[in-house]
């Protein structure tokens, strides 16, 4: 499985940005797809993540009510709508993929991935 994230920048407090990940080509089988994030200095972590059938999605609580996931499946991409971002929100940030049950979306833990796309950098200025 090989993944491609686009779509970070540079943008101030409160603006909005949209990244998006693809399957750098069609992939048979379930997968639940995850958004990560790691800051200068520190460890990677969960951001959102969402079920194969798009249905169920888990978001830390830090961004709930301002970071949205969807999927397309017609072509193969996973989007975060990230609205009211925060100088705290910057970080690189991660696609990762695993198979997942249709309506299950997959864990917060990283090592349950073994799909990851290249990072994508965020900056928010205050």
């Known amino acids: 499985v090989q993944l491609q994230a686009s779509g970070g920048g540079l943008v101030q407090s409160g603006g909005s940005l949209r990244l998006s990940c693809t399957f750098a080509?069609?992939?048979?089988?379930?997968?639940?797809m995850a958004w990560f994030r790691q800051a200068p200095g520190k460890e990677r972590e969960f951001v959102v993540s969402?079920?194969?059938?798009?249905?169920?999605?888990a978001y830390t609580e830090s961004v709930k009510g301002r970071f949205t996931i969807s999927r397309d499946e017609a072509t193969f991409t996973t989007d975060l709508q990230m609205n009211n971002l925060k100088p705290e929100d910057t970080a690189v940030y991660y696609c990762?993929?695993?198979?997942?049950?249709?309506?299950?979306?997959?864990?917060?833990?990283?090592?349950?991935?073994?799909?990851w796309g290249r990072g994508t950098l965020v900056t928010v200025s205050s």
């Open positions: 990762a993929a695993t198979p997942s049950g249709w309506n299950e979306a997959p864990s917060h833990n990283p090592g349950t991935y073994a799909a």
């Open positions: 080509k069609r992939t048979v089988g379930l997968y639940g």
């Open positions: 969402v079920s194969p059938s798009g249905t169920d999605a």
